[in-house]
C-alpha cells in the first residue's frame, strides 16, 4: 500500500499546484498588487482572463511561471525595465499591448511566444530604442503595429508567418529587419512616416489584403529617408490599392518586380527623386477602371 500511497500524495501535491490560478482578469496596478499575486500564485502557468500591469509597477522580475494567457496582456504606463520574466510564455489568446511605457529603452524578451490570438501593439512608448525579440512568434491573428516610438533597431520575429489583420510600422526614428517568413498579411500593409533607409526583409511576402473584406491596401508613405525598396520580390497580388507617396528621397521601386495584381486603385504622387516606373512590369490586372482603359494590357509594358 506504500508506493499507491506515495502516488496519490504525488498526484494531489502536483493538482493542487496546478490550481493555485485566479480565476478571471488579474489587474496588477501597483507594486503592491504585484506582490500580492506573487504570495498566492507564484507558480501559476495560466491566466484564464486579461492580464494587466499598470503604472504603479516597478519589478516583475519575479513573475516567470505563466505560460499561458486566455485573455489579453496589457503592460500599460508600467516603470519596469526588462521583461525577461516572460519568456516561458507561450500563447496569448487575445491581445498583446505595450502602451506609454516610460522607462525601458530595450524589448528583448518573449522568445518563447508562439502564438498571439488578437493584435500586437507597441504604441506610445518614446523611450523604446531596441527590439531583438519575438524569435518564436509565428502568427498574429489580428493586427500587427508599432508605431510612436523612440525605436532604432527593430530585430527579431524571424518565425512570424502570417498577420491576419492589418500590418503598420509608422511614427518612429529607425530600423526595420528582416521578416523573413512573412508570407501573407491579411489587411493593410503600411510603412509610414518613418525614418528607414532601407525596405529589404519582405521577399516572402506574396499577398496583402487577401482577408480584408474589401481588401487590403499597400502603402509606404512619408518615409523620408527611404532610399531603397528591394523587400518584395515575390509580391504578386494586392487586394486593395498600392499608394507610395511622399517618399522624398525614393530613386525608383524596383522592388516590386513581382506584383501582377493589384485589385483597387494606383497612386504614385510626390516622391520627387522617382522618375521611373521600372518595378511595375509584371503588372497584368489592375481593378481600377483608369487603368484598364490604358492601350496596354500590362499597364507598364514600355518597361
Not at 532604432?152 to 526614428?173: A, T
Not at 522618375?275 to 496596354?296: F, H, I, M, R, V
Request: net charge negative; aromatic share 10%.
Amino acid at each position: 500500500m506504500k508506493p499507491v500511497f506515495l502516488f496519490l500524495c504525488c498526484f494531489l501535491t502536483l493538482n493542487l499546484a496546478a490550481a493555485q490560478c485566479p480565476t478571471g482578469d488579474v489587474r496588477l496596478n501597483d507594486q503592491n498588487e504585484v506582490e500580492e499575486y506573487l504570495n498566492s500564485y507564484l507558480s501559476c502557468e495560466t491566466i484564464t482572463g486579461d492580464l494587466y500591469i499598470g503604472s504603479g509597477v516597478i519589478d516583475l522580475s519575479r513573475l516567470t511561471a505563466i505560460k499561458r494567457i486566455k485573455g489579453d496582456l496589457i503592460i500599460e504606463g508600467a516603470q519596469i525595465t526588462e521583461f525577461s520574466n516572460f519568456d516561458n510564455l507561450e500563447f496569448v489568446e487575445g491581445n498583446l499591448t505595450f502602451n506609454g511605457l516610460i522607462k525601458a529603452d530595450e524589448l528583448n524578451d518573449f522568445n518563447n511566444l508562439k502564438k498571439i490570438g488578437g493584435s500586437f501593439t507597441i504604441t506610445n512608448w518614446e523611450s523604446l530604442s531596441y527590439i531583438d525579440a519575438f524569435y518564436a512568434l509565428e502568427e498574429v491573428k489580428g493586427d500587427f503595429l508599432i508605431t510612436d516610438s523612440g525605436l532604432i533597431s527593430l530585430i527579431g520575429f524571424m518565425k512570424l508567418e502570417i498577420v491576419y489583420g492589418d500590418f503598420e510600422l509608422s511614427d518612429y526614428p529607425h530600423g526595420l529587419d528582416d521578416f523573413a517568413k512573412l508570407h501573407s498579411v491579411g489587411g493593410d500593409f503600411i510603412i509610414r512616416d518613418t525614418g528607414i533607409n532601407f525596405i529589404t526583409g519582405f521577399n516572402t511576402l506574396t499577398s496583402v489584403g487577401s482577408l480584408s473584406p474589401t481588401g487590403g491596401d499597400l502603402i509606404i508613405s512619408g518615409n523620408i529617408e527611404l532610399i531603397e525598396i528591394s523587400g518584395f520580390n515575390n509580391l504578386t497580388h494586392i487586394y486593395g490599392s498600392m499608394v507610395i507617396d511622399n517618399n522624398e528621397n525614393l530613386p525608383d521601386i524596383k522592388g516590386i518586380r513581382s506584383l501582377n495584381e493589384l485589385n483597387g486603385t494606383l497612386q504614385i504622387t510626390d516622391n520627387p527623386l522617382l522618375n521611373t516606373l521600372e518595378g511595375l512590369q509584371s503588372l497584368l490586372y489592375a481593378g481600377d477602371p483608369a487603368l484598364q482603359e490604358l492601350p496596354c494590357v500590362h499597364i507598364f509594358c514600355q518597361f
